[in-house]
């Protein structure tokens, strides 16, 4: 029954909960919606009548445009789930107090202003977070296999909703529906916790920093200078913003006609739920029956006549009779459409133009002129309600007139809509992974078949992955040509394709490709047999007993990705005996090579799919095969199985010139698991010093607030280099994962040791006894002493370089990394006027305390430093402090720089350092001692 009602769902194993738990999620959220809704309008008219209503409208187009710009600022940097439920908790909040304010009956004008634009923003905001988060639940492919499916669970929450309204207003009263909101939004917190911890929350550290390069990517065009780039992304706004304003007319007379016939504001509540629910009914059952239909019959644009022509027929409607069924014939015509065929029109009008374009333009329409919109249709309203004293009836003639400039737009984008999807398919510029792809309309797929007759390997792979979920007889014919491609990706594309279609027809080519050259044409080849030939269990078995390894291997890795996707498949086959079955094999034969390897290989590969643990030591053994080949196979299929028995070895490759990427990699598949052995190799000095290194590198790649948290505990390693490679790795994790903390205080203590560090080594090279040190007039060898002067003065010149990357480095993670990047690149140019620009960028940008120390920086300031060399008069020197610095190479150049100029007063020093634990440090002072003991 399960797999029934999956199958006839299209809901693939282990997808099951998850769309459940979404299903539920959206279900409540517009369920609430749809609660307060009605709440809102009868409030609102009970108090205030109709008259106020354009005013509404005007406020909430203005605070709506001010909201979503503040908000689109600061959401992205919190977290997914935490915006999600502060938000929630907010509205939660806000409901109670309202509650609060009409039990105490607050009877003020603004009060009521204040619910109806509330209302407004929750309605925007609850969706978009939660079609944000379901893009986080599922990947491209699910998303336009079960988007539809929970969508219906958006309208029917709807239906709940409203009739939930219409039969409790009377009972409860208006007021107190309030509550049953606040109920559901508390569930819906409780789901949205569920689904974050299932996946959601790997899914979006790994997104993140993709979304952050792409936005990266955008231009800073300004928004109307993109309408002015693309006449068919001006067509689309134009007709979003008639379809508003007729919205707002279609919604004014509705909400005048119903509160002048129902006066109760209960009945009124409950008249509005009832209808509001009405809608969604319409919407479900035009979406489920009509809205697929219409575009694959008449194509994008002309489904986008339904709703204004159903408009026109209710406008009418007002004229001729301006009664109760006439205001809910032409609202049911605008919800019912809006929601269904106009949305998913509107979706496709916009699939081809470019991705940059799009994003841009999809922002500004739904932001500014979806406002500009409301507000123009409340000043209009004003106009001629007011202003000029037209009736509700008059009102229709206006309705008219924007119907007849809607009808134009939509004939005029139709021309566009065509030639911008043969551009962008030649182009190859639609966004594969955008869920509303669907190749239907006749004139974009006769293009689209064009194409697949080409020579062009890029491009018929491209067309292949756009009509992958396009069921047409007309494809089959290029499918039957393209099997017997040279290229083996399309081969596998369309075999995954017949597969999921089950076309049986292509039997015969498909037994062909199980003696291709290429690994996985065969694999798919055999996955096409098993799930689609009659007697495909029999044949899977016979070729898992192949005499030829490639068949063999191949059959092996097939039931692997079957024993992964398909419950049923494990009854029958499971994969502890196929593998067995293949050692057994392999042990009874003697091979080449090569050969040997390549089983090997694919062993590795069927453990890391089927995630058996009972297969794990021998991917263990793998690990530490004599070929290179098998151990990268091998280290890369360990990190997909998490098991903390792989981790020591995964360590060690880490100082691998040829796995270190695969076992960086492979550690980071542990996230938090791996951090406790990860610090333990950090943090003791003991360990081998490369390794610890290569550390920091993995800790990146985790994007956790522990491996940041880690990477903070260790920022004061004495060690430059390692230090150096902690900063790199917590820029990276600033740079990809925003959203984690870096300790503002722990950031700001490490900057004041980084400039004190600065203060010192700018004190060293301005200190006179290094100039002074020619005069020595023991110099035997003058050229030597200069050298060995010059390495000094170099040496600390790239020190006092390293310190201040360190401390910009350290900027980036407080501050915008790119703008300290770029003030950076700026400072240490040899532009004066680019210097200049950043100091004053950073004036600006800097807290007070922190300018205070990073402006004389900037200026390479050392007279900012009087307290550091006082400090250092009082000492023997500077050769001495510069001895006691923690810092090998800086005491290998001035033990060098003493000796070279026979400075005999600092031999007592380097007589110390024969007890360094650095040996280079030891041999250095030998020499020293030696060259000083020759002159003497």
Same mark, same amino acid.
């Given at each position: 029954m399960i797999k029934l009602v999956r199958k006839l769902l299209n809901i693939n194993e282990g997808e099951g909960l998850k769309v459940l738990l979404m299903f539920s999620y959206i279900f409540l959220a517009i369920a609430s919606l749809l609660i307060v809704k009605p709440v809102r309008n009868s409030l609102f008219l009970s108090y205030f009548g109709v008259e106020k209503l354009p005013y509404a409208f005007i406020i909430v187009a203005v605070v709506a445009a001010v909201f979503t710009n503040f908000y689109s600022r600061y959401a992205k940097k919190i977290r997914l789930n935490i915006l999600i439920l502060y938000t929630t908790l907010s509205s939660i909040i806000i409901l109670i107090v309202f509650w609060l304010l009409l039990y105490i009956n607050i009877n003020k004008g603004w009060f009521y202003y204040i619910i109806y634009v509330w209302v407004a923003l929750f309605g925007v905001i609850t969706t978009s977070q939660f079609w944000l988060l379901a893009n986080y639940v599922f990947n491209a492919r699910q998303a336009k296999r079960l988007f539809g499916l929970i969508g219906a669970g958006a309208i029917s929450g709807g239906i709940f909703g409203g009739y939930l309204t219409k039969f409790l207003a009377p009972v409860v009263g208006t007021n107190n529906l309030f509550f049953f909101c606040v109920v559901f939004l508390l569930i819906c917190i409780v789901i949205m916790r569920k689904v974050w911890k299932q996946g959601a929350r790997k899914t979006y550290t790994e997104?993140?920093?993709?979304?952050?390069?792409?936005?990266?990517?955008?231009?800073?065009?300004?928004?109307?200078?993109?309408?002015?780039?693309?006449?068919?992304? @001006?067509?689309?706004?134009?007709?979003?913003?008639?379809?508003?304003?007729?919205?707002?007319?279609? #919604?004014?007379?509705?909400?005048?006609?119903?509160?002048?016939?129902? @006066?109760?504001?209960?009945?009124?509540?409950?008249?509005?739920?009832?209808?509001?629910?009405?809608?969604?009914?319409?919407?479900?059952?035009?979406?489920?029956?009509?809205?697929?239909?219409?575009?694959?019959?008449?194509?994008? $644009?002309?489904?986008?006549?339904?709703?204004?022509?159903?408009?026109?027929?209710?406008?009418?409607?007002?004229?001729? %009779?301006?009664?109760?069924?006439? /205001?809910?014939?032409?609202?049911?015509?605008?919800?019912?459409?809006?929601?269904?065929?106009?949305? /998913?029109?509107?979706?496709?009008?916009?699939?081809?133009?470019? $991705? @940059?374009?799009?994003?841009?333009?999809?922002?500004?329409?739904?932001?500014?002129?979806?406002?500009?919109? $409301?507000?123009?249709?409340?000043?209009?309203?004003?106009?001629?309600?007011?202003?000029?004293?037209?009736?509700?009836?008059?009102?229709?003639?206006?309705?008219?007139?924007?119907?007849?400039?809607?009808?134009?737009?939509?004939?005029?984008?139709?021309?566009?809509?065509?030639?911008?999807?043969?551009?962008?398919?030649?182009?190859?510029?639609?966004?594969?992974?955008?869920?509303?792809?669907?190749?239907?309309?006749?004139?974009?797929?006769?293009?689209?078949?064009?194409?697949?007759?080409?020579?062009?390997?890029?491009?018929?792979?491209?067309?292949?992955?756009?009509?992958? %979920?396009?069921?047409?007889?007309?494809?089959?014919?290029?499918?039957?040509?393209?099997?017997?491609?040279?290229?083996?990706?399309?081969?596998?594309?369309?075999?995954?394709?017949?597969?999921?279609?089950?076309?049986?027809?292509?039997?015969?080519?498909?037994?062909?490709?199980?003696? #291709?050259?290429?690994?996985?044409?065969?694999?798919?080849?055999?996955?096409?047999?098993?799930?689609?030939?009659?007697?495909?269990?029999?044949?899977?078995?016979?070729?898992?007993?192949?005499?030829?390894?490639?068949?063999? *291997?191949?059959?092996?890795?097939? /039931? @692997?990705?079957?024993?992964?996707?398909?419950?049923?498949?494990?009854?029958?086959?499971?994969?502890?005996?196929?593998? #067995?079955?293949?050692?057994?094999?392999? *042990?009874?034969?003697?091979?080449?090579?090569?050969?040997?390897?390549?089983?090997?290989?694919?062993?590795?590969?069927?453990?890391g799919i089927s995630k058996v643990e009972k297969l794990y030591p021998f991917l263990k053994n793998l690990l530490l095969d004599d070929s290179i080949d098998v151990v990268r196979e091998a280290t890369m299929n360990a990190g997909s199985t998490r098991h903390k028995m792989f981790i020591p070895i995964l360590m060690q490759y880490l100082i691998a010139h040829e796995i270190r990427k695969y076992a960086r990699n492979a550690l980071a598949e542990y996230e938090n698991d791996a951090i406790a052995p990860l610090k333990n190799i950090l943090e003791n000095e003991n360990e081998d010093y490369q390794l610890r290194l290569a550390i920091?590198?993995?800790? /990146?790649?985790?994007?956790?607030?522990?491996?940041?948290?880690?990477?903070? #505990?260790?920022?004061?390693?004495?060690?430059?280099?390692?230090?150096?490679?902690?900063?790199?790795?917590?820029?990276?994790?600033?740079?990809?994962?925003?959203?984690?903390?870096?300790?503002?205080?722990?950031?700001?203590?490490?900057?004041?040791?980084?400039?004190?560090?600065?203060?010192?080594?700018?004190?060293?090279?301005?200190?006179? %006894?290094?100039?002074?040190?020619?005069?020595?007039?023991?110099?035997?060898?003058?050229?030597?002493?200069?050298?060995?002067?010059?390495?000094?003065?170099?040496?600390?010149?790239?020190?006092?370089?390293?310190?201040?990357?360190?401390?910009?480095?350290?900027?980036?993670?407080?501050?915008?990394?790119?703008d300290m990047y770029n003030a950076y690149r700026a400072i240490t140019s040899n532009k004066p006027d680019l210097r200049a620009n950043a100091v004053e960028f950073l004036e600006n940008i800097l807290d007070p305390n922190l300018k205070r120390i990073i402006i004389p920086i900037t200026e390479y300031s050392t007279n900012t430093y009087s307290a550091e060399e006082n400090r250092l008069k009082q000492k023997n020197g500077i050769f001495v402090e510069l001895l006691k610095e923690n810092d090998t190479w800086l005491k290998v150049c001035t033990i060098f720089c003493i000796a070279e100029t026979n400075l005999k007063d600092y031999e007592s020093e380097i007589r110390k350092l024969m007890r360094d634990q650095d040996t280079t440090v030891k041999e250095t002072a030998e020499y020293a001692l030696k060259r000083l003991k020759n002159r003497s």
């Open positions: 997104r993140i920093h993709q979304e952050k390069r792409i936005r990266r990517k955008l231009t800073s065009e300004k928004p109307f200078e993109l309408l002015q780039k693309s006449q068919h992304l @001006t067509y689309i706004a134009a007709i979003v913003g008639i379809g508003v304003i007729v919205a707002n007319l279609v #919604d004014y007379q509705f909400s005048a006609i119903a509160s002048s016939i129902i @006066t109760d504001k209960d009945k009124l509540t409950a008249f509005f739920g009832f209808w509001l629910s009405n809608l969604s009914v319409a919407s479900l059952l035009i979406q489920l029956l009509l809205t697929g239909r219409s575009l694959k019959i008449f194509g994008v $644009t002309t489904s986008l006549f339904f709703l204004p022509f159903g408009i026109l027929i209710g406008a009418l409607s007002i004229i001729f %009779d301006p009664r109760l069924w006439s /205001a809910v014939f032409i609202k049911v015509c605008d919800g019912s459409f809006k929601q269904s065929i106009h949305k /998913a029109g509107l979706e496709l009008l916009a699939l081809p133009l470019p $991705t @940059t374009l799009k994003n841009q333009g999809k922002a500004f329409i739904d932001v500014f002129i979806d406002s500009l919109a $409301t507000g123009i249709g409340g000043i209009l309203l004003i106009i001629f309600t007011q202003q000029l004293g037209f009736s509700v009836r008059q009102i229709s003639f206006v309705l008219i007139v924007f119907i007849v400039i809607w009808f134009y737009l939509i004939k005029a984008v139709k021309e566009e809509y065509i030639n911008s999807f043969r551009t962008a398919i030649e182009k190859r510029s639609i966004d594969l992974q955008d869920q509303y792809i669907n190749i239907q309309e006749a004139s974009v797929l006769d293009n689209i078949l064009k194409l697949l007759e080409g020579n062009n390997e890029r491009q018929i792979l491209y067309i292949l992955q756009l009509v992958e %979920d396009v069921k047409n007889e007309r494809l089959i014919p290029y499918f039957k040509k393209l099997i017997n491609h040279p290229s083996h990706e399309i081969k596998i594309q369309i075999l995954r394709m017949i597969r999921n279609d089950e076309q049986k027809d292509f039997m015969k080519e498909v037994r062909e490709l199980i003696h #291709d050259p290429n690994l996985y044409v065969k694999v798919e080849a055999i996955r096409f047999i098993y799930s689609t030939s009659i007697d495909g269990k029999l044949e899977l078995e016979k070729l898992l007993v192949d005499e030829n390894i490639n068949i063999r *291997s191949a059959a092996l890795l097939a /039931a @692997t990705y079957e024993h992964r996707e398909n419950r049923e498949f494990r009854k029958t086959f499971p994969i502890k005996n196929l593998f #067995d079955q293949f050692v057994d094999k392999f *042990s009874e034969t003697s091979y080449e090579l090569k050969d040997i390897v390549f089983m090997k290989v694919i062993l590795a590969k069927v453990i920091p590198k993995v800790l /990146a790649l985790i994007g956790t607030q522990q491996s940041v948290n880690l990477l903070l #505990d260790n920022l004061a390693q004495e060690d430059l280099t390692l230090r150096f490679q902690i900063l790199r790795a917590l820029n990276r994790l600033r740079t990809n994962f925003p959203y984690l903390k870096f300790g503002e205080n722990r950031i700001r203590n490490s900057i004041l040791r980084e400039t004190k560090i600065f203060g010192k080594i700018c004190f060293y090279l301005s200190n006179k %006894d290094l100039f002074e040190i020619y005069k020595n007039k023991n110099i035997q060898d003058t050229e030597r002493a200069k050298k060995a002067v010059d390495l000094l003065f170099s040496l600390l010149n790239e020190r006092l370089d390293n310190t201040l990357s360190r401390i910009f480095r350290l900027l980036g993670l407080k501050y915008s990394p790119a």
